[in-house]
């Protein structure tokens, strides 16, 4: 199967900083990407669609100045969290869609476990 | 609601078969239903998925209810590696995003 990578893998940051989160799709080309946020025991939450060379699309009540999307190229998309805050710790997921099937299936990175101090 | 409902959680004796069910009473013609699985810490993992036939693979068999409101993953021997929450999803087309509901939490005794 396809492969997404994820890095940093896990961060801590102090409030108030910014933190840059890559997804990659290492063996094929990704025209969109998702990304979700995960609390701990809670279900997956969408929280933007980005598309390459476009603006990203959020989902609502997802602020988009805070949570700064960008889909360069076919195989990478960046996740900046500005002036972080400990609610804003959370594990962060993407996945990125094969463009090449017929099928819309999605390939989730690892995950980026985000803490705020 | 574009949600699907899952019971919270199941139990399942190692080597025995575990059906898995999910409701999605509100799926229209050209949704797919997609089931990931996902261990603590790590993101989801694909497993299967069907529009309206049955479907099998490797990992496992997916059985869809003929007016498609309901699903039932069958893993047909369940191992300790297959304990984890198990998402049941669906997407339509030409939208290729994936509302997640609470999973199932599945625990396989040895």
């Known amino acids: 199967g396809a492969v997404v990578s994820q890095h940093p893998s896990r961060v801590i940051c102090k409030s108030g900083t910014s933190v840059k989160i890559e997804c990659r799709s290492l063996d094929f080309q990704a025209t969109t990407m998702f990304w979700y946020r995960q609390f701990p025991k809670q279900s997956l939450m969408l929280m933007a669609t980005?598309?390459?060379?476009?603006?990203?699309?959020?989902e609502q009540g997802v602020e988009k100045d805070k949570f700064l999307i960008n889909h360069a190229s076919l195989t990478l998309s960046t996740l900046t969290v500005t002036s972080a805050h400990p609610e804003d710790s959370s594990f962060y997921i993407c996945s990125a869609r094969d463009i090449r099937g017929d099928y819309n299936e999605q390939f989730f990175g690892p995950g980026t476990r985000l803490t705020v101090l | 609601d574009a949600k699907t409902t899952q019971p919270n959680s199941m139990e399942s004796n190692e080597e025995e078969p575990v059906h898995l069910p999910c409701n999605h009473s509100?799926?229209?013609?050209?949704?797919?239903i997609h089931w990931y699985r996902q261990l603590p810490s790590q993101g989801p993992e694909y497993v299967i998925h069907g529009l309206t036939s049955n479907v099998n693979n490797r990992m496992a068999s997916l059985a869809i209810a003929e007016d498609r409101k309901s699903s039932t993953l069958i893993l047909h021997r369940a191992t300790l590696r297959d304990a984890a929450v198990y998402y049941c999803?669906?997407?339509?087309?030409?939208?290729?995003?994936?509302?997640f509901g609470k999973g199932t939490k599945l625990s396989v005794i040895p």
């Open positions: 980005s598309n390459e060379g476009s603006k990203a699309t959020y």
């Open positions: 999803t669906k997407s339509g087309a030409g939208s290729y995003q994936l509302t």
């Open positions: 509100t799926i229209s013609g050209t949704d797919y």
